[in-house]
């Protein structure tokens, strides 16, 4: 019955690139199990509705990780909201180079624009000995990373509170500072097919893409202590434009992602 419910969902799903692979997470999230295959027995009434209803979602173009509200990153779950972006897997380039450069017994990191919190929480859940500060300008986003916090048990190694990196001061005395900032031109973000479900707010970059790397990059230099790391995650299209952003690092690396795209900068101060 299960193989024969899936098989006819994936034929709706004319317009995914995995249309067998969403069924079969989406009716393991209708069942809560981990995989709906093992399931030797009938499927209640409630359930069959609930897995319909997120056919007809998926249907809609809502992305998998919206309405399971949840996605896998650098092997951890983290719950999502509408005011977060889906963790990427090019993203987990941005998270093991800060591990590769990172000389701090003890950082203190500090996490810009965390969204679902998914770059600092996976940094405190592998660097034992860090602090962490998730910050965002969404409460709701924050929301979502208060939950991720509780749900890795790091309440007493990671913090989250409101920011605008635009406008408010940022404290000094980091060893380490991330963001995965807004980065694509506000003209392209219009052309998005991404921009129909993920928030606009954490996609646009301004006219040229580079509105928060500006300030981002000011202020991050006099907030690290000496040594200290800055990490941003970049467009394909900025591994020349965001490192001459940084000319007051004395050494800035360029990194790319699993496809072969530029994708992370760190600069040490």
Known sequence: MVRKILNEAAKKLTNS????LDARVLLSKALNCENALVVFRDLTDKEISTFNEYIVKRMQGIPVSYITGEKEFMGLNFILNNSTLIPR???ECLVEKVIEHNNFSAPRILDLCTGSGCIGISLAYMIKNSSVELTDIS???LNAAIENINLHNLNSRVKAYKLDVISDAIENNYDIITANPPYIPTEVVKGLDVSRFEPVRALDGGADGLDFYRIIIEKAYYALNENGILALEIGYDQGESVPK???KFKSVYVYKDYGE???V???MK
């Open 265 to 267: 900068v760190i600069g």
């Open 245 to 247: 952003l940084m000319n």
């Open 17 to 20: 690139p995995t249309p067998l």
């Open 261 to 263: 795209n530029d994708r």
């Open 139 to 141: 409460l709701e986003a």
């Open 89 to 91: 897997p090019d993203t």
